[in-house]
């Protein structure tokens, strides 16, 4: 099913469940819960003792073909209603297909043990060490059993299920660009925020891929300023570029620091669960430091935002993956810049360029940039606030990365 295509599978769904009807509006305030551990993969179905899950990565056939970083807890806004009846109906994009999946589904922010039930994707019923619920404890996640469901690259999957009993904070991401639902007696809700769901995995079928790309990054790389429902995200663009070669998922969540904790985890304490715990992963994307360069507190040590890319290459490469990295982009005249920030960033351009942190760099700052105001962006790409990008810029960025290089088709490596 083409991605810009009708989403006739998701309107099929929606109406076959009108009897449940609807849901829950997401119009309860953001909670922040605290910092978390990194999330331990561990399954615990109905009355079974808790055992560790195998990782995602364990298994050489999967790869992930969607993943979102989990970002914060959210407040339930149904907890006083009759939960029994909720649906939650996440929509998700794929890059590429397979004959079976599975899911990750994580209680990460949650406080309390999450019962998760009648779970489904695409429809087809999902289990969980055979079992059709699973419980999840606070702060950990769940892999779920393969199932055998025909899955399309570049295609709308929807992945449904019910936590009849939740009480605490919903693990979400927010701002993802894409609609999904809930459903309950009373009615269907929109929303853009994935819940509980944080990664599907392929395999089989007659994929191409034999590798996956993380797209590691802040609201540049989860595509904030992009049109909703187009994924017109620059990982999405990527992923057409590679027609199912590749698989890709973004890890960009909107606000994200390396040095400190903002919206979601910092980048050092994500990055084990975030790049090194997806399915297949063998090149990441690192496009991070903007905002620990322009928010509050802002970091006026260009070292330290250098040190900390280049500790995550580091931390890459002992899992034998290939490191491609980006400079970071104009953004005077939106509201944070100043002369002092300006610096930096140009501070810690300078050193990417130079080589030492990256295998390859992605120079998009000066892909990206005003000729004649080179401390702002293009017009062309610039969503309106100066800092993030629209459609047309998230295409360009797209199409920076060297595709031959990545799939291996070129005999030596170029710079990118």
Sequence with gaps: MPRRQGYALLIALVAGTAALAAAVAFAGSLLFTGDRATAAATTVPQGVA?????????????????????????????????????????????????????????????????????????TRPVT????????????????????????????????????????????????????????D????????????????????????????????????????????????????????????RYAVVNQGIGGNRLLRDRIGPRANDRFERDVLGVSGVKTV??????????????????????????????????????????????????????AAGERVRERVNAEIRAGGIFDEVIDSDLSMRDPAQPQRLRAAYDSGDHLHLNDAGYARVAGLLDVDTLLGTRATTDAL
């Design 50 to 122: 808790r055992t560790p899950a195998a990782p995602a990565h364990s298994s050489g056939h999967w790869l992930a073909t969607w993943a979102a970083a989990p970002v914060l807890g959210v407040a339930d806004p149904a907890q006083a209603q009759d939960q029994s009846r909720r649906v939650i109906r996440n929509v998700v994009h794929t890059s590429i297909g397979g004959a079976e999946a599975r899911l990750t589904l994580s209680n990460l922010f949650g406080t309390a043990p999450l019962l998760i039930e009648n779970v489904t994707v695409n």
């Design 185 to 244: 007696g009373r009615g269907t809700w929109s929303t853009t925020q994935w819940r509980y769901l944080t990664a599907v995995d392929v395999r089989g079928g007659a994929t191409a891929a034999t590798a996956t790309l993380v797209a590691f990054g802040d609201s540049l790389t989860a595509g904030t300023g992009s049109t909703t429902d187009a994924n017109t995200r620059w990982p999405d663009l990527l992923s057409d570029r590679l027609h199912g």
């Design 128 to 183: 969980f060490r055979g079992a059709s619920s699973v419980t999840v404890p606070p702060g950990r996640q769940t892999v779920s059993d393969a199932v055998a469901v025909p899955v399309d690259a570049d295609a709308d999957l929807v992945v449904t299920l019910r936590t009849p009993t939740a009480d605490g904070p919903v693990t979400s991401h927010p701002n993802s660009h894409q609609t999904s639902y809930t459903e």
């Design 285 to 338: 994307v690192i496009a991070l430091g903007i905002n620990d360069v322009q928010l509050m507190p802002r970091e006026a040590d260009p070292e330290r935002i250098t040190g900390a890319l280049r500790s995550l290459t580091q931390r890459a490469h002992a899992r034998g993956l290939r490191v491609v990295g980006a400079t970071l982009m104009p953004y005077r005249g939106a509201r944070n810049w100043t």
